[in-house]
């Protein structure tokens, strides 16, 4: 029986260590019946780098008003999922209703909880430890245009030791991003 490769779409803004894992996931068959079409950056960075190291399409759009009408001009046609990893630029609201359903973002945190304006990187989990929260963890959402308020898809958490610092608890919700991000990428492409 003939299946159709659904076509993803990443968007990149740093190192690209989340875009490795996707991709090792659908060489692998992880996420199954997929493959990569483009990786979209907004800003030089080593994700681009990642991704012709695997024959990937790849394409810089700088941040900017027109970043969206440039992004729409070079997605794919039929493209089934557009997946933000580690993407530092907020979506328009046009964008985002016009692929409502379709743009998937992981967040690393338990949201509703430290999302929004401002939560991203660092800035999180430095919040996370001065609330003096017991547990985080990370979180795979839809991307609506309020930020971080999208359904929630997948979610998993894990106890914050009293010795937890800033490096460690990083280096825990990486882990935990790894583990549950093939498997939301799946579920979103109605894979399970």
């Known amino acids: 029986m003939f299946c159709k490769m659904k076509k993803i779409v990443v968007l990149v803004s740093g190192g690209g260590t989340n875009l490795q894992r996707i991709i090792d996931c659908v060489e692998s068959g992880e996420i199954a019946d997929a493959q990569i079409s483009l990786v979209v ?17 790849a394409e810089k759009i700088p941040r900017g008003k027109n970043f969206s009408q440039e992004l729409i001009s070079i997605l794919p046609k ?23 359903g379709k743009i998937i973002n992981i967040h ?15 800035h999180v989990h430095e919040a ?48 935990v991003e790894f583990e549950i991000y093939p498997e939301a990428i799946n579920l979103a492409l109605g894979n399970k």
């Open 78 to 100: 039929n493209t089934d999922l557009i997946v933000l990893a580690g993407f530092l630029s907020i979506l328009p609201a046009e964008f985002c209703n016009s692929f409502s």
């Open 41 to 57: 950056a907004d800003r030089d960075c080593y994700g681009l780098e990642r991704a012709k190291k695997h024959q990937i399409k």
């Open 128 to 175: 996370v430890l001065k609330a003096g929260e017991i547990e985080s963890g990370a979180t795979v959402h839809y991307v609506t245009a309020g930020i971080d308020e999208g359904e929630i898809i997948l979610q998993k958490s894990f106890e914050i030791s009293t010795e937890e610092t800033l490096e460690s608890l990083v280096k825990r919700i990486h882990e």
């Open 108 to 122: 690393p945190a338990l949201l509703p909880k430290f999302g929004g304006k401002g939560m991203w990187g660092n």
